[in-house]
Antibody, heavy 117, light 112 residues
Framework: EVQLVESGGALVQPGRSLRLSCAAS????????MNWVRQAPGKGLEWVSY????????YYADYVKGRFTISRDNAKDSLYLQMNSLRAEDSAVYYC??????????WGRGTLVTVSS | QSVLTQPPSVSGAPGQRVTISCTGS?????????VHWYQQLPGTAPKLLIY???LRPSGVPDRFSGSKSGTSASLAITGLQAEDEADYFC????????????FGGGTKLTVL
């Protein structure tokens, strides 16, 4: 089955770090660009970061630049998001998303990150 | 404040036609970048509904259609069904330095 499964979400205090993982299966992972997209409770979708298939090109949204790091391990069919210096406004469901060009054709179910003291 | 502007809500009776607008600017939709649409059913992850302005992925009913003109795009749903009740988001690429992917704020479709 073609799917993306996120993990690593948790309740964390402001200023702390968290690492999200995404396991891909059912397709040739290293052929696809990948992204992280988040959604705060009851809010809209917000793009977080992009990584090319071979990790050569990486982009971040301004609101996470310098704090978050996207990476991937094609040998393990996995995508990661290292989140440092977390803030309350980073609280959201984080989706691992497969891209084809600049649209997103496969979404995981998401993992919830809550930043609170 | 989302970069792409959508109406917060629309509604329609079963069988009717509804449209959802998505208005951008000269750095995204107006620059010629494609618009894509996603459907998010309650409690689930978003799903690709329309890509490249008017193309449907396999499995999406032809009741859903998209169009684009200038700095705006629209999603039309004909023959409205109860299971269409969901949130709909438009998305495009943005060439400004501060963003690459931009979304609309989402539109809640209520089937009366």
């Amino acid at each position: 089955e073609v799917q993306l499964v996120e993990s690593g979400g948790a309740l964390v205090q402001p200023g702390r770090s968290l690492r999200l993982s995404c396991a891909a299966s059912g397709f040739t992972f290293d052929s696809y660009e990948m992204n992280w997209v988040r959604q705060a409770p009851g809010k809209g979708l917000e793009w977080v970061s992009y990584i090319s298939s071979g990790s050569k090109t990486i982009y971040y949204a301004d609101y996470v630049k310098g704090r978050f790091t996207i990476s991937r391990d094609n040998a393990k069919d996995s995508l990661y998001l290292q989140m440092n210096s977390l803030r309350a406004e980073d609280s959201a469901v984080y989706y691992c998303v497969r891209a084809w060009g600049w649209y997103f054709d496969l979404w995981g179910r998401g993992t919830l990150v809550t930043v609170s003291s | 404040q989302s970069v792409l502007t959508q109406p917060p809500s629309v509604s329609g009776a079963p069988g009717q036609r509804v449209t959802i607008s998505c208005t951008g600017s000269s750095s995204n939709v107006g620059a010629g970048y494609d618009v894509h649409w996603y459907q998010q059913l309650p409690g689930t992850a978003p799903k690709l509904l329309i890509y490249a302005n008017n193309l449907r992925p396999s499995g999406v009913p032809d009741r859903f259609s998209g169009s684009k003109s200038g700095t705006s795009a629209s999603l039309a749903i004909t023959g409205l069904q109860a299971e269409d009740e969901a949130d709909y988001f438009c998305q495009s690429y943005d060439s400004s330095l501060s963003a690459h992917v931009v979304f609309g704020g989402g539109t809640k479709l209520t089937v009366l």
